[in-house]
């Protein structure tokens, strides 16, 4: 997979992806993460890639030219699954949308910057527009790493423990149950003893049923419409 960043502010994004899992998936050669300077495809001297909007108000708006002129830049390279525009008023990301993102090939992000893009940039060329929730970033930048982080951890051989993924919260619906390493008792704490019983049938089925008391507890809301209750135990 590449993903390809566009962005005037290429140094937010210089070091999501120099440590840990996502630089060791563009070692594999799994995913290849690059940035692009909006303002190097800039028209004119000052390298402008802002203007005031027409009709007034505050704040600036990504002019249509460089932008473009990067878009078609890339897209003359290589062909992009979906060109996605990070802004607050996209769909909100979600597990599900990172799952079916890690199975593309190509994908291009425009990070929105100031007030965003005319509007002509998202008519013409984008084919998503993601936020990450329901608040306001300084820029889409943050908000890009974010996606790019959840996607690329999804594509097969980026993690180690390729069940890990598969145990994430979310991935089955429920959040996660918690989780204990060694010391087996801290200052009277103990491990659950189920956990250190070494049945893992038991513990499977204890897992599933922490991680549904715990969903109920903190988000019923992922449970609405689902039959737990009734469920069947894990394997
Ligand atoms: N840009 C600014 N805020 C954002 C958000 N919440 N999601 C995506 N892009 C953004």
Redesign the pocket.
Same mark, same amino acid.
């Given at each position: 997979m590449q993903i390809d960043i566009i962005t005037v502010v290429p140094g937010l994004l210089e070091g999501p992806f120099s440590h840990s899992i996502l630089k060791r998936a563009e070692e594999k050669g799994l995913a290849k993460v690059q940035v692009h300077n909006l303002r190097e495809y800039a028209t004119n001297k000052q390298k402008q890639v802002d203007d005031y909007a027409f009709g007034g108000g505050a704040g600036m708006v990504m002019m249509i030219e460089p932008v473009a002129r990067c878009i078609e830049a890339l897209k003359s390279q290589r062909d992009y699954d979906e060109i996605i525009y990070?802004?607050?008023d996209?769909e909100t990301?979600d597990q599900q949308m990172a799952n079916s993102l890690s199975l593309k090939g190509n994908l291009m992000i425009l990070?929105?910057h100031y007030k965003g893009v005319d509007e002509r940039i998202r008519q013409r060329y984008i084919t998503r527009e993601? #936020?990450? %929730?329901?608040?306001?970033? #300084?820029? %889409?930048e943050?908000?890009?790493a974010v996606v790019a982080d959840a996607v690329i951890r999804l594509i097969p051989g980026v993690l180690n423990d390729e069940t890990s993924a598969l145990t994430d919260s979310f991935q089955d619906g429920l959040l996660a149950p918690p989780i204990y390493t060694r010391p087996a008792e801290y200052e009277g704490m103990k491990v659950p003893d189920i956990l250190l019983s070494g049945h893992n049938e038991k513990i499977a089925n204890w897992r599933f049923e922490e991680s549904v008391r715990r969903t109920k507890k903190r988000r019923p809301d992922l449970l609405e419409g689902k039959n737990i209750e009734a469920g069947e135990k894990r394997k």
């Open positions: 990070m802004t607050p996209g990301f990070c929105g993601i #936020s990450i %929730g329901d608040f306001v970033l #300084s820029g %889409g943050l908000a890009a």
